[in-house]
């Protein structure tokens, strides 16, 4: 038996902007209690005993897990509340330092990164319920519970249904460093906003980890360039601006954008590639850090982030080891 | 997001003019210089200036029994403000309403409300107004965590989806109704969950970050000024006083540490923190406008205070009007 | 503008009275809508906005959700930022649910805003028992809104009063709250064809007479004008005042009466404890208590909910016959 599962629901999630903006659909926090409760039944189900959680602000987690009926430890991880992302990134390294066997997070991308900034290299199977999500899969929670029941409790080992994800990496002058899963997008303008990036007018670059053709977002406007997709050992690099061709690609939920697109090349892993501003860096499609003018960051993409656990092949395993059989009067084969 | 220079300073200024017209309100109260009790918006001023940047005299607004920000932000005159608060018959509604129905109809500000969740009914009634006239003149609804709760809330918000009005619910989430922590007055802690609920998008954001209430104020009120019909913003904002007067420490509701905690995100010092960092606004030039403001709000105490009460003759007059 | 007593012409119902009363403003002025439960597709549940759905559009005839406080709430925007609204409460009961809207918002505004604002609306409900609705669809509860400095409230007695009234009540730059009365609807009476007022705080004299003096709210002036004819039989000479207008209340009218015939009586199908007879009664006697032989008699509902079986509503509901009654009870002649 391994350690515990860790569980995280990000109550901000599903809320911002591009509800307006766009036609992103909203997750409201009943619902998240509500897949949070069905990641534990499945979880139980597959075997796993012990569960750790963050408390939110919301209580979506506590709530969910109140009244098991199963036999199952639950304890509520000591982290000071912000009400911010600070709350993620906190309840990451607590749950690294708690041994957890397998981390379950709800949210989207900014989520997951926030995860990814406590422990980069967490074992995790990432629920989306946020918007721009390419990180985070639309999975049912029961099943992506069951699959992390299966790790935790020792039935399917990690190595043979997980593989290290791709993160773009950040170093500014001062020595300071920041990740993203995704994408690093350099915006015009001296401020973050409401945060969400919604509007293509304002796109310098971007540095990708992934580019998917099929996603929404940054990604999208790479993907729909030159796919680049989570297995391949490269990221890329688009640069966005100029009266040359452009590009029609869905930068938030039911709006594609136009981007004029001055160029794009691949950037091999480790390879640095330098930004300047002025401007506004968006991770994982957030506005978050001023670049003043005269200000640089280096980044480079690596293949050191999130264990991302497979759930459909770890289904697949359990299934050629008959995990989920039972003995007594079963009938046919 | 590229705001222009002069958007900005002027969102600065009503935050400011917000601020300066609150701390000196508050002390009148406190010193029994005014009469009854005032709830003051101080904590809150991102919200109003965020909202109103974007709206024009011809909008219209509903608030709340917090209102005076509202009407600082739209534009409202100090004089006739501090003329009302002192019960004088210069005031904005000759003495007869005081700070709880301050209003200014000719700017399209209807009336801070003593009665919570009074606002949103009347705010669907100006929208209508608006579609009816097919005017493209928005109605914003200002109101708070507390007031989701009250059925008026829920029948407008419906109403105003289904008829696909042009208003603007802003959910001015300070985190308490009166003294009662939202986690004891509601089982949900997004009021914007509540627009699903209605058909009409639902939005947080950050309501001690001007530019974040101004982005997401924008496209709402642009959604509802093309006829894309109502949505409600929520602002998380923190009143940094008490229910009523400028007492915010010490109270039984909440802990000092928490109020200092949210005092650090203070909206206006944020916002001249960033505005000087970016050249746009420096602390000097940020320091003479809260001069001005102060100067200003002396000149317009002084009026009030040199104004006549209305005469006894008048406490009869304008319960009706005379229809011609 | 046209003004009271027009030349009647043909007879008209109550509620094609009402019904006429709407079309005729809305042909008249664009910035008057309606606006209730089931006014527009469904012509109100009593066939008062019948048609005008087809003739004046969705634009102008508006269903709405049931929604009490948001339709006052409409109504009170829409006035306050320059549109003449009509707004239906289907019920009279049913304003218990928006009664802040009433009384704290539309009742109040304008004097709270020193004045400025100008709020041109008219709230139209049904009042009354009689037809087996029971306690919470057969109320009268006028004295409450009379109670309200801001609110003007009116109680039509038959079709002729119904039109004339609502006209007045729509081109009034004030709140009028107008309630009809359920029962009544079917009454025909000749109504003029075009378009007339009734001035507001006027009342009429329906019935002269020499002896007694009967004030008689909405549905209780037909009840009344029995009354009168029964006690004629007696040697009786009645006189029978419509106050038309409740808020404001044409005490001058009614004390004038007084003078006249010494005695009197106030009829309202409302509870009689706390109901708008009591005002009235208080009225005369401050006015007119040098005139008076009898103390003021007031006849309404007894101090209990509205009953639903026929036979409790009928014992309930005052008619002619306890109006006569009373009549004789203070001449001191009871049968």
Known sequence: MGGPIGILANPASGKDIRRLVANASVFDNREKRSIVRRVVL???????????????????AASALEELEAEAAVRELEIPRTGSALDTSRAAERMREAGVSVAITLGGDGTSRAFALGWPSAPLIAISTGTNNVFPKMIEGTVAGAAAGLVASGAIAIHEVARQAKMVHVTFEDGREDLALIDVALLDGPFVGARAIWDAGSLRALVLARAEPAAIGMSSIGGLLRPVGSDADEGLVVEVGGTGPSLLAPITPGQHSKVPIAGHHRLALGEPYELHGPGILAFDGEREHRLMAGQRAVLTVRRNGPLVIDVPRTLQLAACRGIFRTDGDAHGD | MNVSTEALRDMHLRMVRIRTFEEEAGKLMESGRVPGSLHLYVGEEAVAAGVMAHLRDSDQITSTHRGHGHLVAK???????YAELFGRSTGYCKGKGGSMHISDLDLGMLGANGIVGAGPPIAIGAAFSNQYRKTDNVTVCFFGDGA????????????AAVFKLPVVFVCENNGFGEFTRQERHQAIQDVADRASGYGMPGVVVDGMDVMAVYEAAGEAIMRARRGGGPSLLECKTYRFYDHVGIRGLGVAYRDDSEVLEWRKRDPITMFERKLDEEGLLSAGEAAGIHETALAEVREAIAFAEASPFPDASALLEDVYTATD | ???VEAKPTRQLSYVAAVSEAFAQLMREDPDIFLAGEDVALGGSVFGVSRGLLKEFGPERVIDTPISESGIIGLGLGAAATGLRPIVDIMFMDFMGVCMDEIVNQVAK????FGGKAKLPLTIHTMAGGGGSMAAQHSQSLEAWFCHVPGLK???????YEAKGLMVAAVRDDNPVIVINNKVSLRMQADVPEELYEIELGRAHVVRPGTNFTIVAIGRMVPESLKAAEMLAADGLDVEVIDPRTLQP???ATVVESVRKT???????EAVRFGGIGAEIAAQIQEEAFDYLDAPVGRVGAPFSPVPFSPPLEKEYIPDAGRVAAEVRRILGKQV
Not at chain 1, 42 to 60: L, N
């Open chain 1, 42 to 60: 499945g979880a139980i189900a597959a075997g796993a005993r012990e569960f750790v959680y963050m408390p939110d602000s919301h209580g979506i």
């Open chain 3, 109 to 112: 505004m304008k004097y709270m």
């Open chain 3, 249 to 251: 209340f044409d005490t």
């Open chain 3, 262 to 268: 010494h005695r009197a009586l106030v009829a309202h």
């Open chain 3, 1 to 3: 503008m046209t003004t």
């Open chain 2, 75 to 81: 534009g409202g005159d100090f004089k006739q403000m």
């Open chain 2, 148 to 159: 989701s709760n009250e059925g008026t809330f829920h029948e407008a918000a419906n109403m």
């Open chain 3, 153 to 159: 409230v009116v109680m039509p007695s038959g079709p």
